[in-house]
């Protein structure tokens, strides 16, 4: 069996295995106790801190260790926001940012602030002018992921730091995914990460709040981690993380290109072995290991279920694999197709010959998906006829099928006809113009019907 899926949780790395056995006899005590073990359970929390700390670019003092990366994104804009509330409750996000960051805002708002929504290149990047001209006399805080999870394109921080710097604002990185790769170069303020992403155990994450930020620790106060993070320290499992994240990176400038020749193979090859498909994010500016590409007339679940009989884990961001049938937010605001999505992300140590069979692979496995959809297999015969508008109900039919409709009746209406397409499918509101960019033909919008909308696509090309 082959994992690609590295960005949702990495395998755990030989050093974490060896790291958090040694310390489950040895880190088991309370911390805060002056017998010996206590203070040998002290001794190892210290020195994982120093070595998380190092390894991010940070002073120990400044990092605590939290229960997951989630809990230390949430306590980080919780604590920063309130910390800060005299100067206003006006947060900035961008359209891309993990989900963790996003529900925070969601409470924000719904507690009375006021949000911010940067929105992003077709790339997955923001603009740092777009992002600067966002910020406000009231900003309380700004947040900015180091480099995005579903399509691995790196965020430009150092510049967005500059600009939240200029404007007395603190900039929150979510570095979850680029921690194994390098520290964050730039100003930032505060920032997470999560121990899972880089080989370390589940239940691990950290928070780093720079000397200077105003932050008020939220909740029932605990004297443990700085007030920042209540509750016994899981010892082993930080112990554990820390010792991943020195060994990850003692590996990451030879993984690094490594990893990043075989995405790059994988980028190249995957449109000259399979038609209509569109790679997504920054072919340059992105994580070495991830990528992600999605399929035209493909269900993504019945895809991904293929290829894992074939024996290879992958995920996707397609609507059809979620239970909400919505697409992933990251591609809806990158505006690229989402429907068969399959996002790549290698771990540590990948094989190149697992990468040719994926590629040996790939090609029949998506072709059998789309035949059992009726796709339509190449291009149609050009069809002149009097009409020069056609609808095509697709209510109630899920992605991709309002697309596969919509590609086999274009050529039915003479060029610079029309066809509505009628869907409920969330998914088509993404999905119809990027195939119309796809293929040349022109997307005039959207219209409300009768227990949906109606796509109007223009014919264009032959």
């Known amino acids: 069996m082959s994992y690609f899926d590295a960005a949702s949780s990495a395998p755990l790395h030989p050093v974490a295995r060896q790291a958090l056995q040694a310390s489950l006899d040895e880190g088991w005590a309370d911390p805060a106790r002056l017998y010996r073990e206590g203070r040998r359970a002290r001794l190892l929390l210290d020195a994982a801190r120093e070595a998380a700390a190092e390894a991010v670019g940070c002073r120990p003092d400044e990092l605590v260790f939290t229960t997951s990366g989630t809990r230390a994104v949430h306590t980080a804009v919780a604590g920063t926001l309130a910390g800060r509330h005299r100067v206003g409750r006006h947060l900035i996000v961008s359209a891309v940012e993990h989900s963790s960051v996003l529900h925070s805002a969601e409470t924000h708002r719904t507690q009375g602030g006021t949000v911010s929504e940067v929105p992003v290149l077709r790339t997955g990047a923001v603009s740092p002018d777009v992002y600067a ?37 603190p900039l929150l990185v979510d570095a979850a995914q680029s921690l194994a790769w390098g520290r964050v170069e730039g100003g930032w303020s505060l920032l997470t990460g999560s121990a899972h992403k880089w080989g370390g155990p589940a239940g691990v994450g950290l928070l780093v709040v720079r000397k200077g930020v105003r932050y008020a620790p939220q909740g029932p106060a605990d004297e443990r981690e700085s007030g920042r993070a209540p509750g016994f320290e899981n010892i082993p499992g930080i112990v554990a993380a820390a010792a991943s994240l020195r060994a990850v990176r003692a590996e990451a400038a030879a993984e690094s290109a490594r990893l990043r020749e075989l995405t790059d193979r994988i980028r190249a090859r995957v449109p000259e072995l399979v038609p209509d498909v569109e790679v997504v994010g920054d072919p340059v500016r992105r994580l070495p290991h991830l990528l992600t590409f999605s399929c035209l007339y493909v269900d993504g679940e019945t895809l991904l279920h293929e290829l894992d009989r074939e024996g290879f884990s992958v995920s996707s961001g397609s609507s059809c694999t979620s239970s909400t049938l919505t697409p992933s937010h990251v591609l809806r605001a990158m505006g690229v197709l989402s429907e068969g999505n399959v996002r790549v992300s290698l771990p540590l140590g990948t094989p190149a010959e697992d990468v040719d069979r994926f590629l040996d692979v790939l090609p029949r496995t998506v072709a059998a998906v789309r035949e059992k959809l009726g796709a339509p297999a190449g291009a149609p015969a050009v069809t002149v006829v009097r009409d020069d508008s056609l609808v095509v109900d697709a209510l109630g039919k899920r992605c991709p099928i309002p697309v596969i409709e919509l590609a086999k009746v274009i050529t039915d209406v003479p060029i610079g006809g029309t066809v509505r397409v009628l869907s409920d499918d969330e998914a088509a509101r993404l999905d119809i113009p990027a195939w119309c960019e796809m293929r040349n033909q022109e997307y005039v919008g959207e219209e409300p019907t009768e227990g949906g909308t109606a796509y109007v696509v223009r014919r264009k090309a032959p």
């Open 133 to 169: 001209e966002a910020l406000r006399p009231d900003t309380a805080l700004a947040c900015l992921q180091s480099a995005n999870h579903e399509v691995g394109t790196e965020q430009p921080v150092a510049a967005v730091a500059e600009a939240c710097r200029a404007a007395g604002v």
